[in-house]
């Protein structure tokens, strides 16, 4: 029993190693927009995230992909790609816009919420701890965008249809990651994404050694750590922790979002702001639980990782 208790509880810090990583992103990215443009980031971070995970395939997936099952890999890596350009592109503009690592970590955090409700268009249940959670959701997100009387921003905006972008990507993962090695996927989808991305700098954005130099560390960080570490991290502590566990462990990811923020960046929000913050994460908690009479996949976390 003891011996059991012991790997859960190592298997519940790796899982939360993972979340502290990807809360701490956001703040990497925030830092990283002040410097270079959205595709820049992107397309550098993405291709240092995918040459990252080589080790993580040699460890985990050391089997040799069949010849038909390459093509396959390859297509689903093109078309999970460019959803996550699209997601990612949206997201790091948004926290352009916004200039809020708290506030972006939190909006982005409601796909947990989305994915389920999604359910409703594949004829599943969707059960009541999934309403509740949408209910909260979309309290606090009211409470954290509207700001006095300016009203909703465009970040926001950009934020809240990347939010939709990373829905629309989880559930091709979901689909995916059954079919083919979920870490080849992964690293495939990402060096997609950022050959896209940089093709995109070069056509829009003036790519300049001085600002790549100034937001290298950002960009490091965003490329290995919260590809390379955290998604072995996830690998590992998935493995003997409870799929509900896990899910509500790894939601945390919004809640070291804004601790990053205020500590790195010192950032503040309104009462009303912190408010919708908590009613938020109460909303993705409860989106996590299940009733026995709900059928609806786990994935809405088993695959975070991919998109970081």
């Not at 829905?167 to 090695?181: A, M």
Request: aromatic fraction near 12%.
């Amino acid at each position: 029993m003891v011996i059991i208790m012991n790997i859960k509880l190592k298997s519940g810090l790796t899982l939360l190693i993972a979340a502290i990583i990807w809360g701490f992103a956001f703040v990497a990215q925030r830092v990283g927009a002040d410097y270079v443009g959205t595709f820049t980031f992107n397309g550098i971070r993405f291709l240092l995230g995918a040459c990252s995970l080589l080790p993580v395939i040699l460890i985990f997936e050391k089997k040799k992909v069949a010849k038909e099952e390459l093509k396959i890999l390859l297509i689903y890596s093109l078309v999970a790609g460019v959803a996550l350009f699209a997601a990612s592109s949206l997201q790091q503009y948004g926290i352009f816009l916004t200039g809020s690592a708290g506030k972006a970590s939190f909006i982005t955090g409601l796909y947990t919420v989305l994915v389920p409700v999604c359910a409703l268009f594949m004829h599943k249940r969707v059960g009541m701890f999934t309403w509740i959670g949408v209910a909260l959701s979309v309290t606090g997100l009211y409470l954290i965008c509207m700001n006095g009387t300016e009203g909703i921003s465009a970040g926001d905006i950009v934020l809240m249809v990347g939010t939709l972008f990373w829905t629309f990507h989880i559930i091709i993962v979901d689909y995916v990651t059954k079919r083919v090695p979920p870490i080849k996927f992964a690293m495939g989808q990402f060096f997609v994404c950022g050959i896209i991305s940089l093709l995109c700098a070069l056509i829009f954005e003036d790519i300049t050694v001085s600002g790549i130099s100034k937001a290298i560390i950002p960009i490091l960080y965003g490329g290995f750590m919260s590809v390379g570490v955290a998604y072995t991290c996830q690998i590992v502590g998935q493995k003997n922790a409870e799929p509900t566990w896990s899910a509500i462990i790894l939601s945390t990811e919004s809640v070291f979002g804004a601790i990053g923020g205020a500590l790195i960046l010192h950032e503040t929000m309104p009462l009303r702001g912190y408010i919708g913050c908590v009613l938020i994460f109460a909303g993705i908690i409860f989106a996590q639980l299940r009733t026995r009479s709900e059928n609806i996949s786990d994935s809405s976390v088993k695959d975070k990782s991919q998109i970081l």
